[in-house]
Protein backbone atom coordinates (compact mmCIF):
# COMPACT_ATOMS: atom_id res chain seq x y z
CA UNK A 1 0.00 0.00 0.00
CA UNK A 2 1.32 3.58 -1.10
CA UNK A 3 0.48 6.66 0.53
CA UNK A 4 1.52 9.26 -1.36
CA UNK A 5 1.15 13.73 -1.08
CA UNK A 6 1.96 16.26 -3.09
CA UNK A 7 4.11 19.07 -3.49
CA UNK A 8 3.58 21.85 -5.86
CA UNK A 9 5.48 24.60 -4.94
CA UNK A 10 9.14 25.50 -5.30
CA UNK A 11 9.77 25.81 -1.21
CA UNK A 12 9.59 21.68 -0.86
CA UNK A 13 12.93 21.66 -0.45
CA UNK A 14 13.29 24.07 2.44
CA UNK A 15 9.80 23.05 4.50
CA UNK A 16 8.55 20.85 6.12
CA UNK A 17 6.59 19.41 3.16
CA UNK A 18 9.44 16.06 3.10
CA UNK A 19 8.23 15.12 6.64
CA UNK A 20 4.28 15.93 6.41
CA UNK A 21 2.97 12.40 5.24
CA UNK A 22 3.78 9.73 7.85
CA UNK A 23 1.56 6.57 6.47
CA UNK A 24 1.61 4.89 9.49
CA UNK A 25 0.49 7.63 11.53
CA UNK A 26 -2.56 8.34 9.33
CA UNK A 27 -3.68 5.21 9.54
CA UNK A 28 -3.90 4.75 13.17
CA UNK A 29 -5.70 8.10 13.21
CA UNK A 30 -8.00 7.54 11.00
CA UNK A 31 -8.81 4.02 9.71
CA UNK A 32 -10.25 1.89 12.27
CA UNK A 33 -9.12 -1.70 10.89
CA UNK A 34 -4.87 -1.45 10.43
CA UNK A 35 -3.29 -2.36 7.41
CA UNK A 36 -1.87 -5.93 7.45
CA UNK A 37 1.06 -4.53 5.69
CA UNK A 38 2.90 -1.41 6.65
CA UNK A 39 2.17 1.88 3.91
CA UNK A 40 4.90 3.20 2.44
CA UNK A 41 4.84 6.82 2.37
CA UNK A 42 5.63 8.74 -1.14
CA UNK A 43 6.56 12.43 -2.76
CA UNK A 44 5.43 13.70 -5.46
CA UNK A 45 7.51 16.65 -6.58
CA UNK A 46 6.67 19.22 -9.48
CA UNK A 47 10.00 19.75 -10.82
CA UNK A 48 13.12 17.29 -10.89
CA UNK A 49 15.35 15.98 -8.67
CA UNK A 50 18.67 16.31 -8.75
CA UNK A 51 20.31 13.07 -8.24
CA UNK A 52 22.61 14.22 -5.74
CA UNK A 53 19.97 15.18 -3.63
CA UNK A 54 17.99 12.00 -3.90
CA UNK A 55 18.54 9.72 -1.09
CA UNK A 56 19.08 12.56 1.25
CA UNK A 57 15.30 13.50 0.36
CA UNK A 58 13.69 9.50 0.03
CA UNK A 59 14.89 8.89 3.50
CA UNK A 60 12.92 12.01 4.63
CA UNK A 61 9.63 11.86 2.46
CA UNK A 62 9.89 7.99 1.00
CA UNK A 63 9.68 7.06 -2.39
CA UNK A 64 10.22 9.55 -4.81
CA UNK A 65 8.02 10.57 -7.70
CA UNK A 66 9.27 13.98 -9.95
CA UNK A 67 8.04 14.84 -12.44
CA UNK A 68 9.81 12.80 -15.28
CA UNK A 69 9.08 9.85 -13.64
CA UNK A 70 5.35 10.63 -12.73
CA UNK A 71 5.00 11.08 -16.37
CA UNK A 72 6.82 8.11 -17.29
CA UNK A 73 4.61 6.24 -15.92
CA UNK A 74 1.24 7.26 -17.27
CA UNK A 75 0.82 4.70 -19.81
CA UNK A 76 -0.22 6.47 -23.59
CA UNK A 77 -0.17 10.00 -22.04
CA UNK A 78 0.24 12.27 -25.18
CA UNK A 79 0.35 16.32 -25.14
CA UNK A 80 -1.64 16.36 -28.52
CA UNK A 81 -4.80 14.29 -26.88
CA UNK A 82 -7.85 16.32 -26.01
CA UNK A 83 -8.18 16.48 -22.49
CA UNK A 84 -11.56 16.10 -22.48
CA UNK A 85 -11.27 12.14 -23.98
CA UNK A 86 -9.29 11.26 -20.67
CA UNK A 87 -12.15 12.58 -18.63
CA UNK A 88 -14.71 10.64 -20.88
CA UNK A 89 -12.61 7.90 -19.63
CA UNK A 90 -12.55 8.15 -16.29
CA UNK A 91 -16.07 8.51 -16.30
CA UNK A 92 -16.43 5.26 -17.91
CA UNK A 93 -14.08 3.28 -15.92
CA UNK A 94 -15.71 4.52 -12.82
CA UNK A 95 -18.99 3.43 -13.83
CA UNK A 96 -17.31 0.11 -14.44
CA UNK A 97 -16.19 -0.38 -11.56
CA UNK A 98 -19.38 0.78 -9.47
CA UNK A 99 -21.56 -1.66 -11.81
CA UNK A 100 -18.77 -4.58 -10.90
CA UNK A 101 -19.50 -4.51 -7.35
Not at 4 to 10: D, F, L, S
Not at 59 to 80: T, W, Y
Request: glycine share 4%.
Amino acid sequence: MLFGHCAAGEDWETSEKQQELRADTFCKTWLSDQPVAVPITAFFIPNRLDPRMWRRTSLKAGIIFDRCRSAHLVPGVNSMVEPASYVRWAKTALKKEILEK
